[in-house]
């Protein structure tokens, strides 16, 4: 597709579920990131992958958080037995890879709600 | 202390007037300045993007860097009710971009 399509656009689970957002990069685009956007707190950082090159996961709060990315397109973030404090958009971007940020594509987002 | 600034906001200002939105940022090793705009809902979307120090001009939008104090300022000429959003800076020196919390613009018409 022409942008960077995310999915589910909303989701709203119990606390203590599993949850997977997906993500689908634009074609072509090598690098892939993911962000948490809470309320009053800009984008936070999550994880990364460029290529076949081992992820830069420095950015996961915490071992419930993974994220894969298969054929070096389709990415999928997991958050394990949620917690309120997870609510929050999460957003992928794409790009082509290296420093210059022209490329950057943010997707609309997932807006977790956990209850 | 964060590696970025910026006020929140609300900034609420008439249609027409100039507005001008600033970071400050503590990493030397930036090197790429940028400004997103996001709407309600919506992903961010790039403004404008800076390689170390100066100004640059797009339209009604003017970025400015000043590395010696590590300050950043977006200018609006002009502002429309269109222009009402978050705008966040953002910068990078490496493989991931470093964000301030976002400025809340309301435009009045």
């Known amino acids: 597709g022409a942008g960077v399509s995310q999915s589910p656009s909303n989701k709203v689970t119990e606390k203590g579920k599993d949850v997977e957002l997906r993500c689908d990069p634009i074609?072509?685009?090598?690098?892939l990131y993911w962000y948490r956007q809470s309320l009053g707190q800009g984008l936070e950082f999550l994880i990364y992958?460029?290529?076949?090159?081992?992820?830069?996961k420095s950015g996961l709060p915490s071992d419930r958080f993974s994220a894969e990315r298969t054929g070096g397109s389709v990415s999928t973030l997991t958050i394990q037995r949620t917690q309120q404090e997870d609510s929050a958009v999460y957003l992928c971007?794409?790009?082509?890879?290296?420093?210059?940020?022209?490329?950057?594509?943010f997707g609309s987002g997932t807006r977790l709600t956990v209850v | 202390q964060k590696e970025v600034e910026q006020d929140p906001g609300p900034l609420s200002v008439p249609e027409g007037a100039i507005v001008s939105l600033n970071c400050t940022y503590s990493?030397?090793?930036?090197?790429?300045f940028m400004w997103y705009r996001q709407y309600s809902r919506k992903g961010p979307e790039l403004l404008m993007y800076t390689y170390s120090s100066g100004n640059k001009e797009d339209g009604r939008f003017t970025a400015q860097v000043d590395k010696s104090s590590k300050y950043i300022s977006l200018f609006i000429r002009d502002s429309q009710p269109s222009d009402s959003a978050t705008y966040l800076c953002a910068m990078t020196g490496g493989n991931k971009l470093v964000f301030g919390a976002g400025t809340i613009l309301r435009v009045k018409s």
């Open positions: 990493n030397s090793a930036f090197q790429y």
């Open positions: 971007a794409s790009s082509q890879g290296g420093l210059a940020p022209n490329g950057y594509t």
């Open positions: 992958f460029q290529g076949n090159s081992a992820p830069d």
């Open positions: 074609s072509g685009h090598t690098a």
